[in-house]
């Protein structure tokens, strides 16, 4: 009965290991990516789920007051977020994102959560 159960058991996971594609969904990946891509990661300056976050406020020379602001990210395919970490690359760390990596992160953006 051990060995049927053993048997049993091993035919699950070689059906599951050959009928799924991958064990997190491409939404999933994406959000590990926003989350800590390279070591320090989109949302620390973009907010949690990429709804844009202050990321700075303070008080120029001249009494004025300042604050820097990590824009929404929400609605950005992944062609606008290669341009944007091109040009903004005195703010964004370089990541050197793949084209598919960066398809994953605007797939979590777009999800809304």
Known sequence: MIMFK???ILQLILATTLFSSSFIT???YGERLFKDPRGIGCNKCHGENGSGKIISEYVS???K???IFA???K???WQKLKKG???HSYFVPKYFLTKEELISISRFLEDGK
């Open 71 to 73: 824009p929404s990210l």
């Open 85 to 87: 970490i091109k040009k």
């Open 6 to 8: 053993n048997a049993l």
């Open 75 to 77: 609605f950005f395919n």
């Open 61 to 63: 020379d001249s009494g």
């Open 65 to 67: 007051p300042v604050t």
């Open 26 to 28: 491409d939404r999933e």
